[in-house]
């Protein structure tokens, strides 16, 4: 039997771990309006959030709402910063629980992992498969447009027996239309890595799949012959539909040798690249001098052949711009400075 946990709410909830969940909701954020404002009556407001939470009365405030383009159109729930709060103190408690249930494929908004970690990963496993062999992606469509939420409470309750903090997941998990979760929580993210745990454990153990890498909804499977990538394909599609009433928006079965796009990255056995939409915007913050997204670019560009590349056009197109940069960004190109541009790029 799954272990379930109870008396979780009075753990996530005492003063302390409230104004610990402050001091994480914070991160990054002090010059915003809204955490200024909480923080000039913060002992009121930690206080009026144990009170309403304790007396059953809390509820999330009403979402401010906004679009993204890129990589592609978004709309993100943006929570009030006190309902921030609340979902540290929740996320830091069953995180952990969860956590340890996840498969080791999972690289998704976990905790010292993520998009590098899941690229070299991907590009191990490419590597590692025969020359001969071939790979099965595939992506989910409008994955968290898409989540049944009952599906999900059923998740949720599968380790959380407390009520109340049940209660909690269903009120963050709410959303306009009869499926879907809101995009821009933190419990989202956790929601989104609860969600698919299932289908890595029916890969991985029903299928009996050893090479397997997912990131939230986009995922790959290696080392299988052209008739085996078929067959799997359609095992997980048939999987997906009538387990976690999920589609796939696109899939695709290539012979190793052709390598994948996956994460923001272009990927063969001997190099890596970032994707072409990272140096358009790469392309348009130099020119702008924004010097908080080319830092970010040179980020998402470590440990690929493209990071040569920006090095090399940060000195010689915006060659002022380097002594505003971080110094531990500076070091990490300043030896690259007068290495050959890579063809590909």
């Known amino acids: 039997m799954t272990k379930r946990h109870g008396q979780l709410f009075d753990n996530m909830f005492t003063p302390e771990a409230l104004y610990a969940a402050y001091l994480m909701a914070r991160r990054g954020k002090r010059k915003k309006a809204a955490v200024a404002k909480f923080e000039r009556d913060l002992g009121a407001n930690l206080q009026a959030l144990h009170a309403e939470l304790h007396a059953g009365t809390y509820a999330p405030r009403p979402y401010k709402t906004f679009e993204v383009f890129e990589p592609k159109r978004r709309l993100i729930y943006a929570p009030h910063f006190r309902d921030v709060v609340v979902q540290h103190a929740i996320y830091s408690v069953i995180y952990p629980i969860f956590d340890a249930t996840f498969c080791r494929e999972s690289y998704g908004c976990r905790v010292g992992l993520g998009t590098h970690k899941a690229a070299d990963r991907a590009q191990q496993f490419l590597r590692a498969a025969p020359a001969d062999s071939f790979f099965l992606q595939l992506d989910i469509r409008k994955f968290f447009y898409s989540i049944d939420r009952t599906v999900l409470m059923g998740l949720w309750a599968r380790k959380v027996k407390d009520p109340r903090v049940l209660s909690l997941l269903a009120m963050f998990g709410n959303y306009p239309d009869p499926v879907g979760i809101p995009i821009g929580n933190l419990l989202s993210q956790l929601a989104a890595l609860v969600y698919l745990n299932p289908l890595d454990h029916f890969i991985k153990r029903e299928l009996g799949v050893k090479h397997y890498v997912r ?105 002022e711009l380097v002594a505003q940069l971080p110094l531990t960004t500076r070091l990490s190109f300043l030896s690259l400075q007068g290495a050959p541009q890579h063809a590909h790029l």
């Open 215 to 319: 990131y939230v909804d986009d995922f790959i499977v290696f080392d299988l012959s052209q008739d085996e990538a078929h067959t799997m394909r359609r095992a997980i599609e048939d999987w997906l539909k009538a387990t976690l009433h999920l589609e796939l928006s696109k899939w695709t079965v290539l012979p190793v040798k052709r390598g994948f796009n996956f994460i923001g990255f272009r990927t063969w056995r001997k190099t890596r690249f970032v994707r072409k939409h990272t140096l358009c915007k790469f392309s348009r913050s130099l020119r702008s001098g924004n010097i908080p997204a080319v830092v970010s670019a040179l980020g998402h560009a470590r440990h690929t052949a493209s990071h040569r590349h920006f090095a090399r056009r940060i000195h010689t197109e915006r060659p």
